[in-house]
């Protein structure tokens, strides 16, 4: 089985238009067939399976096949030859070789493939475009002649200009495989490289270790809990609550001079001293406010901490009983400065307590804010600004991992027994996000919207790729590997994009979870409404997987009118039963979210088979009706 790349759905409805009327444009050579002729040199001239009317330059005769130059399109198309008449029994190299003489264009091994694959596929070109296409394949002997042939012919039917970047972006962004691959080479390559700083080394590295290990920001948060929880928790052997002490002083979370007694206040006193906070999205924002509290607007400031307990979903309902009743007790004390230092330092205790204690249960749930327990944790620590601007967390991750304390290490084994047993939807998503953001595939549209996570935007990858293939003084062997790994993100972006009420996303995701690796290209197909907002009614994914166990898998899930149908092609064929205890789970999270599942239907892929097999499921799927009802947890 391959499907090493696949056929974007704005190419799909390219040859789709090969129905409709075609378009001339001045310089483009056409094979044409003379059908018909008409006074003033007016003739009907047929290319591919479109008929069309055009003023010759000179006299032909009907029946015979040309390749013909567009000289005009307006006011009417005017054709001149550009070789003469073509036998019918010439061989496609015969055709090619006398294009190429006329267009006076070398007879090169790579433009004969080139334009006897243009001729094939009926794709109209100019002599101009076809010199722009020999400057992008001289010199690039070490790529695939298939491949880039297809990544030329998707460049010029889309309209794109004819550049290298464009060329290497189409070529690489339309692999559905290797990005793992070329993330390891880079990464080789960087840390054999000579020729950059230490410190540029150092920033790249640590890019490239979130992307590598996702999940170690939440790892990192998990072991910041569980310390937090045993220098809380009065039962704790002092041992213990020592370790943990020094811990997150190694981590600079706590100051050298934090002890056992002053830690909960020396974190209090670490927050940024903010006269007003926005809104109380966050737990600091909360105890930062009740820091600001005075005689004059404590009845505000309590009705708002009421409202924010009340409504925060990461808090259980005894933890905000507890809040509620020490908000109810303060609200009977008399009000001035020390019983509103005590009234915060009990909050900000009680809420320290909560939110490790929660991360155990609940590491990647959401609030209306989008913010999870790790967020207010982190926020209650005062380090909310370094979690993307540093790899603060996954920094931590890394420290216990190269422990050789036995306590240390302990937590260690807690932290990832306990990430495997909570491993689920929201993990994927929580990694996605973490992968997404740290390859800044959407750096361009930040810097152009300005975003407000602007200044994080150095911790990413692709400007990071930017600087180095930019840079004169780095080796060529860093460059070339640097180029093809931005060429991949590139591509993603130039595939991608809108076609009148059509949407596409391209998006390749390398993933790792436990020592287990996936490459993942997600293909989205969809319409906009009216109002500009995706239609959620209607839509088209298609995942090409690359796994470990599972190997090379493609997912086709279709969705009309609310109806799931998902496909499944693998080599092994005996997915189906294993399938079938995760129906219940997938058609109930279906349900949560207003969709039916119709049925999946396994397809096994040979050895030779392409992708071409997945764009025709959907014509298929209406007679497979002895699959419905099997289901299965993507």
């Known amino acids: 089985m391959s499907f090493t790349s696949f056929n974007p759905i704005q190419i799909q409805q390219a040859n789709i238009s090969k129905t409709q009327p075609i378009t001339l444009k001045q310089g483009q050579v056409l094979h044409g067939t003379i059908k018909k002729l008409y006074p003033d040199q007016i003739a009907e001239v047929q290319v591919g399976g479109h008929r069309l009317l055009a003023k010759l330059e000179t006299p032909l005769k009907a029946g015979d096949s040309h390749f013909l130059q567009v000289t005009s399109v307006s006011p009417q198309a005017e054709l001149k030859v550009v070789t003469g008449p073509m036998d019918a029994s010439s061989t496609m190299k015969q055709q090619v070789n006398e294009l190429l003489d006329s267009l006076k264009i070398p007879k090169t091994a790579d433009m004969q493939q080139v334009v006897s694959h243009f001729l094939k596929e009926q794709v109209p070109i100019s002599k101009e475009q076809l010199l722009q296409v020999q400057n992008l394949l001289t010199g690039n002997d070490n790529l695939s002649k298939k491949d880039a042939v297809l990544a030329l012919q998707k460049m010029i039917e889309l309209k794109m200009p004819l550049t290298k970047e464009v060329f290497l972006g189409i070529l690489h962004g339309s692999k559905t495989s290797g990005m793992t691959d070329s993330l390891n080479l880079f990464a080789q390559s960087l840390l054999m490289d000579k020729s950059i700083s230490d410190n540029t080394k150092t920033e790249i590295t640590q890019t490239l270790n979130r992307i590598a290990k996702p999940l170690d920001e939440v790892k990192g948060a998990v072991i910041i809990s569980r310390a937090i929880q045993l220098l809380v928790t009065e039962s704790e052997p002092i041992g ?109 205790e009680i809420l320290l307590k909560a939110y490790s204690s929660n991360i155990n249960n609940q590491p990647f749930n959401l609030n209306s804010n989008g913010a999870s327990a790790i967020d207010h944790l982190l926020s209650l620590i005062g380090r909310d600004e370094m979690r993307v601007e540093s790899g603060f967390l996954s920094n931590i991750a890394r420290v216990v991992n190269e422990s050789s304390q036995p306590q240390i290490q302990n937590l260690n084994q807690q932290a990832e027994l306990q990430l495997k047993e909570a491993f689920n939807g929201n993990t994927i998503q929580q990694a996605i996000k973490t992968v997404l953001n740290s390859l800044g595939i959407n750096y361009e549209a930040a810097l152009n919207q300005k975003s407000p996570e602007i200044e994080h935007l150095a911790a990413q990858l692709k400007p990071q790729l930017l600087s180095l293939v930019n840079d004169g003084t780095i080796s060529s062997s860093l460059k070339e590997v640097a180029e093809v790994l931005l060429a991949r993100m590139n591509g993603m972006q130039l595939l991608s994009g809108e076609n009148g009420h059509q949407q596409q996303i391209i998006i390749q995701i390398p993933l790792q979870f436990f020592g287990k690796s996936m490459d993942a290209t997600l293909q989205w197909n969809g319409r906009m409404k009216e109002d500009g907002k995706i239609d959620s009614n209607y839509a088209r994914v298609v995942f090409y997987l690359e796994m470990q166990s599972l190997k090379e898998t493609v997912i086709d899930m279709q969705v009309q009118n609310r109806i799931v149908t998902i496909s499944f092609y693998n080599e092994n064929n005996h997915l189906q039963p294993l399938s079938e205890p995760y129906q219940n789970i997938l058609k109930e999270r279906l349900s949560e979210k207003g969709y039916i599942l119709s049925g999946i239907f396994f397809k096994t892929l040979g050895k030779n088979s392409t992708e071409s097999t997945v764009k025709g499921s959907s014509e298929k799927i209406e007679g497979e009706s002895k699959y419905n009802g099997v289901d299965i947890r993507i």
Not at 244 to 262: F, G, H, R, V
Not at 308 to 323: A, D, F, M, R
Not at 325 to 337: A, G
């Open 240 to 348: 213990n609550k020592l370790h943990a002490l020094n811990l997150l002083k190694e981590s600079t979370i706590l100051p050298k001079q934090a002890t056992l007694s002053n830690w909960t206040q020396l974190l209090s006193d670490q927050f940024r001293h903010e006269t007003k906070p926005q809104s109380l999205q966050l737990a600091n924002n909360v105890i930062q406010t009740m820091k600001n509290m005075n005689e004059g607007n404590v009845s505000n400031v309590l009705n708002q901490v009421k409202t924010w307990t009340q409504n925060e979903p990461n808090l259980s309902q005894l933890q905000k009983n507890e809040l509620m009743t020490l908000t109810d007790r303060f609200e009977l004390l008399p009000k001035n400065s020390q019983t509103i230092a005590l009234f915060t330092k009990q909050m900000n």
